[in-house]
C-alpha cells in the first residue's frame, strides 16, 4: 500500500522545499496554518503527512499517548523517508525513555552542571578576547562554532570534531530526507560517527578508586553500553548543531537592537530576549515528528495508525492566538510558553545547557564590544543550506572599539585607554 492510496486524502498543501534553506520560511508556513490547524501536506514532492500548526493542536499532539516518538510505528510506506539518525533520547518511548532519561538527566545535574556554566564563561571570555577590535568578523566560525564545540565537548567526554571529513560526516546527519539516496549517506555517516564516539569512551560504569567519575569522562557510565554511544552522538550533532544555529541568528538579531549591551547586563532582560529568539525564528522550523500507533481524533482531523505527524514548533510558537503580535520582536516578552525546547516527558534534556552558552555569549560580548553592530554588508540573513535545522550561514559583525573587560554583569564597561 502506498501513501496515496491511503484513503482520500489529497494533500492541500506542497512543501518540496527545504524549508530550513529559505531566507524567511513563514510566509509560506502561514498559508499552512490558514488551511487549519492540523493539514495534510505532502513533504518534498514524495511522501504525506499531517502538519499540526496551532499551539493548542501542537501541545495536544505533543502529549497525546497514541502518538509515538519511536519510528517503527510509521506505517512501512512512510517508513522509508525518516532518517536513520532518529536513534536518541527523544526517538524513544516509556519505559525505555523513562529510565534513560532519568539516567541522563542526572549526568546534566549538580557540580557538573555548574562546571559547564563556569566553563562556557571561560571559553566564551577567551574567545571575545581574541577578536580583532574594528574589525568586521564573522562570528560563526570566530566565535559560536567554537564555544559549542568545546565546552559540548568536553561536558560530553568526547573528543572534538576536529577532522574534516568527520565533520563532513555530521553535517550529513542533519540533512532532509529529500531523497532516497540521503537515508543511504545519512547511514553510512552516523556509521563513522559512531566510532568516533566509542573511541572516546571507557567501559560501562568506568569510575576512579573513590567512586566518582574520571576528568572528562562526560557522560559515559552515565548509560548502559548499547545505548550511550547513539544517545551522545544525537546530542554530540544534533544538538550542537541546533545550539550554533540558535546562538548565530540570536546574534545577528539581538546586535540590531539599540542598546543591547546595556539590556544584556539585566539577568532577567538575556533570559527573556532567548525565549523571544526562540519563540520567533528558532532553529526548528520544520517541525518534531510524532507516529500514530493507533487511529485518533487529533484537534478534530482523524489520524489513521500509522500516519507521520509533524508538530510545527516555528509555528505554534507564532500562534496569534497565544502570542500578541507573534511577528514582531519583543525581548522582554512574557510570559513566552514557546515549544521549542519540546514539552513534558520529551523537552529537551540539555536546555540548561543551551541558556548556559546563551548567556556566557552574551555577557562576554557585552563586557568586551559593546557597540558591536551587524555589519551593513550583510544582507539578509542567508540561510545555511542543507540542514534540518535553521540557521545563518554567516554572522558578520562590526566590532567596534574593545573595552577592557568588566566582572560579569557590570553595568559600566571601562573602555581601553
Not at 565537548?153 to 570534531?161: A, D, K, M, N, R
Not at 482531523?301 to 500509522?306: E, F, I, S
Not at 497565544?322 to 516527558?345: M, Y
Request: with cysteine.
Amino acid at each position: 500500500m502506498t501513501t496515496s492510496d491511503r484513503g482520500p486524502r489529497c494533500p492541500r498543501h506542497h512543501l518540496a522545499q527545504d524549508l530550513g534553506a529559505l531566507e524567511d520560511p513563514y510566509p509560506l508556513l502561514e498559508s499552512v496554518r490558514s488551511s487549519g490547524a492540523v493539514v495534510r501536506v505532502r513533504l518534498y514532492e514524495r511522501f504525506d503527512v499531517w502538519w499540526v500548526t496551532g499551539y493548542a493542536a501542537a501541545v495536544a499532539a505533543l502529549s497525546a499517548t497514541e502518538l509515538s516518538s519511536d519510528q517503527r510505528h510509521a506505517h512501512p510506506a512512510l517508513a522509508c523517508h525518516v532518517s536513520p539518525m532518529r536513534v536518541g533520547l527523544i526517538d524513544k518511548d516509556p519505559p525505555e525513555h523513562t529510565l534513560l532519561r532519568g539516567k541522563t538527566l542526572r549526568a546534566f545535574s549538580g557540580a557538573r552542571l555548574a562546571a559547564f556554566e563556569q566553563d562556557a564563561r571561560t571559553q566564551g571570555a577567551s574567545l571575545v578576547g581574541e577578536l580583532p577590535p574594528e574589525h568586521t568578523v564573522d562570528l560563526l566560525p570566530a566565535l559560536v562554532g567554537p564555544l559549542v564545540e568545546r565546552t559540548v565537548s568536553t561536558f560530553l567526554g568526547l573528543p572534538p570534531v576536529v577532522d574534516s571529513a568527520l565533520r563532513a560526516h555530521a553535517e550529513q546527519l542533519t540533512r532532509p530526507m529529500t531523497a532516497d539516496a540521503v537515508r543511504t549517506e545519512i547511514g553510512r555517516a552516523r556509521a563513522v560517527l559512531r566510532r568516533h564516539v566509542r573511541a572516546g569512551g571507557v567501559a560501562e560504569g568506568g569510575h576512579s578508586e573513590d567512586g566518582q567519575q574520571p576528568p572528562g569522562t562526560g557522560m559515559r557510565g552515565h548509560l548502559p553500553s548499547d545505548e550511550w554511544a547513539d544517545i551522545v552522538l544525537q546530542m554530540y550533532v544534533a544538538g550542537r548543531q541546533s545550539t550554533v544555529d540558535f546562538l548565530a541568528g540570536t546574534l545577528l538579531g539581538l546586535l540590531a537592537v539599540e542598546g543591547w549591551a546595556h539590556l544584556c547586563q539585566d539577568a532577567s532582560v538575556r533570559l527573556t530576549a532567548v525565549d523571544e529568539f526562540l519563540r520567533l525564528d528558532g532553529p526548528i522550523v520544520r517541525g518534531v515528528w510524532r507516529f500514530a500507533r493507533t487511529d485518533l481524533d487529533l484537534a478534530g482531523t482523524a489520524v489513521a495508525r500509522g500516519d507521520i505527524v509533524i508538530v510545527s514548533l516555528a509555528l505554534a510558537g507564532r500562534d496569534p492566538q497565544v502570542f500578541p503580535d507573534s511577528a514582531r520582536l519583543d525581548i522582554h516578552r512574557t510570559p513566552n510558553r514557546h515549544l521549542q525546547f519540546g514539552l513534558g516527558a520529551h523537552r529537551c534534556v540539555g536546555v540548561p545547557l543551551v541558556r548556559s552558552l546563551a548567556d556566557a555569549l552574551l555577557l562576554a560580548l557585552a563586557a568586551r564590544f559593546p557597540e558591536a553592530r551587524p555589519s551593513p554588508a550583510c544582507s539578509g540573513r542567508t540561510a545555511r543550506r542543507g540542514s534540518v535545522f535553521r540557521g545563518p550561514a554567516r554572522v558578520p559583525i562590526d566590532l567596534g572599539p574593545a573595552y577592557q573587560p568588566a566582572p560579569l554583569d557590570s553595568p559600566t564597561p571601562r573602555r581601553n585607554a
